[in-house]
């Protein structure tokens, strides 16, 4: 037979289905896996959102995104909050914290704190604050006007002297912008504190509100009966999508009137499977209609932007 350069040659041979066959299947899934890599962003399953958020979540974060991450650290509250390239800490967590919540920036490459906010002095709220400040730039810290009694707290005063970092001490509203974030600090009326032996840090707890595009998430510190009646009676107060439960869930009478004034659609608690809500919380928040995430379930996400919220746990 002729080849078809008009050579001799031998008549061709036929390829076996087999490989036919193989070869197809492997130009279908080139096809398919070209496709993927060509999706939209924002597309995907929920799963896959959590995963593109946290790639975006470091000192790149998207300006019109706000990223809020809620650790599991147990029945203690540390929340890092990113917008555009500035960051912000509400709490610090316990002693051991400190580690885990730099290693997460050190992750996301935020080598710098822009703000870091402790809204009280209770050890399981400032104790992972010194670890934050000595190994991580630390740009402005926000602080109650009252002086703390425990040794987490002698700690951190001690590692913003050796690292020369001023403090603003809330004694009135004070506002300030995080990236196109807003933020508004509210102190107690007053820092008396109590002569009857009684805990008295919940109450004199910073309350934190920041609004991101029409959105408005709410982190009450631990709160407890009188400051929540006191802020109330402020006349302030608007509804909210996110609220960090006070006090980790922790039942006290006004918290009903908490839920009817702010009626948030997210109620986010820092517990444990050890120290877990009290029912009458979780009750209350059933009630209301908010759907509870709890971090003993897991670290929790909270994506704002123009099209909304999204939450992942």
Not at 4 to 9: F, I, Q, T, V, Y
Not at 146 to 172: H, P
Not at 304 to 310: L, M, P, T, V
Request: net charge negative; aromatic share 6%; glycine share 8%.
């Amino acid at each position: 037979m002729t080849g078809k350069n008009g050579s001799e040659g031998l008549p061709m041979k036929r390829q076996p289905v087999w490989f036919i066959r193989f070869v197809v299947f492997c130009m279908m899934i080139s096809l398919i896996t070209g496709c993927g890599a060509k999706g939209n962003p924002g597309e995907g399953t929920a799963s896959t959102a959590q995963s593109d958020s946290t790639n975006q979540s470091g000192a790149q974060t998207q300006a019109d995104t706000l990223h809020v991450h809620v650790f599991k650290i147990g029945k203690a509250d540390a929340i890092l909050l990113m917008c555009g390239d500035k960051t912000m800490i509400i709490d610090c967590g316990e002693d051991e914290d400190g580690e885990e919540i730099l290693s997460y920036l050190l992750d996301r490459g935020i080598e710098k704190v822009d703000v870091l906010l402790i809204t009280h002095y209770d050890k399981d709220h400032v104790g992972g604050a010194d670890y934050v400040v000595r190994e991580n730039k630390v740009d402005q810290v926000i602080l109650p006007a009252y002086v703390g009694t425990n040794s987490e707290y002698m700690d951190f005063m001690k590692a913003l002297d050796q690292k020369k970092i001023s403090r603003t001490e809330v004694t009135e509203q004070m506002e300030f912008s995080l990236g196109q974030a807003s933020v508004t600090v509210e102190p107690p009326q007053s820092y008396v504190i109590p002569n009857d032996g009684k805990e008295y840090d919940n109450d004199l707890s910073l309350i934190t509100t920041v609004e991101f595009a029409g959105k408005r998430l709410v982190f009450a510190g631990d709160i407890e009966k009188q400051r929540i009646s006191e802020w109330l009676a402020g006349g302030t107060v608007q509804k909210c999508d996110v609220l960090k439960v006070p006090h980790h869930g922790v039942y006290n009478k006004a918290l009903g009137d908490l839920f009817e004034a702010l009626q948030p659609s997210y109620a986010v608690i820092c517990d444990s499977d050890k120290n877990p809500a009290e029912e009458k919380t979780m009750e209350l928040i059933k009630d209301s209609g908010a759907e509870c995430l709890e971090t003993r379930n897991g670290d929790i996400s909270i994506i704002c932007s123009d099209a909304g919220i999204d939450v992942y746990q």
